[in-house]
Antibody, heavy 120, light 107 residues
Framework: EVRLVESGGGLVKPGGSLRLSCAAS????????MNWVRQAPGRGLEWVSS????????NYADSVKGRFTISRDNAKNSLYLHMSSLRAEDTAFYYC?????????????WGQGTLVTVSS | EIVMTQSPATLSVSPGKRATLSCRAS??????LAWYQQKPGQAPRLLIF???TRATGIPARFSGSGSGTEFTLTISSLQSEDFAVYYC?????????FGQGTKLEIK
């Protein structure tokens, strides 16, 4: 089965750190650029970060630049998001997803999301 | 940053009728425009990519159109399962950006 499964969410204090993981299965993970997208409870979608298949190209939203780091391990079929200096406004469901530029050749694929809550 | 503006924020339509959702970009996004449907407690579901190409398994009642900065998602005959929130997304430039969403509700 082709799927993405996020993990690592939880409750963290402001200023703290957290690492999210996204495990891919059922497809050749190393062939795909990947994204993290988040959604605060009851709010809209916000793109967070992208990484190319070989990690050559990396981009971040201004709201997380300098605080979040995206990475991947193609040998482990895994995508990561290391989040530091967390703020209350980072509270959201975090989804990993295949990059939209892959839609023309492959089906869209999103995980089910993992909830990060930043609160004291 | 390209700003995506969706209208209306909420659309009330009766089942069986047509729904037309709009999305405007602050600058051209070429054909790199997608539409997603999201229901409560679920991840977004891709409906349309490349402005008008339906994703795998998406019914023909969903269609996309437009170019440059003005885009439209049309649902030709609303079914009960279509009432949800819809987002457009541009993936022409980083940062990729989403519209704020249109909630499609039953009239």
């Amino acid at each position: 089965e082709v799927r993405l499964v996020e993990s690592g969410g939880g409750l963290v204090k402001p200023g703290g750190s957290l690492r999210l993981s996204c495990a891919a299965s059922g497809f050749t993970f190393g062939d795909y650029s990947m994204n993290w997208v988040r959604q605060a409870p009851g709010r809209g979608l916000e793109w967070v970060s992208s990484i190319s298949s070989s990690s050559t190209y990396i981009n971040y939203a201004d709201s997380v630049k300098g605080r979040f780091t995206i990475s991947r391990d193609n040998a482990k079929n895994s995508l990561y998001l290391h989040m530091s200096s967390l703020r209350a406004e980072d509270t959201a469901f975090y989804y990993c997803a295949r990059d939209p530029h892959t839609y023309a050749t492959s089906s869209a694929l999103w995980g089910q999301g993992t909830l990060v809550t930043v609160s004291s | 940053e390209i700003v995506m503006t969706q209208s209306p924020a909420t659309l009330s339509v009766s089942p069986g009728k047509r729904a037309t959702l709009s999305c405007r970009a602050s600058q051209s996004v070429s054909s790199n425009l997608a539409w997603y449907q999201q229901k409560p407690g679920q991840a977004p579901r891709l409906l349309i990519f490349g402005v008008y190409t339906r994703a795998t398994g998406i019914p023909a009642r969903f269609s996309g159109s437009g170019s440059g900065t003005e885009f439209t998602l049309t649902i030709s005959s609303l079914q009960s399962e279509d009432f949800a929130v819809y987002y457009c997304q541009q993936y022409n430039n980083w940062p990729y950006t989403f519209g704020q969403g249109t909630k499609l509700e039953i009239k």
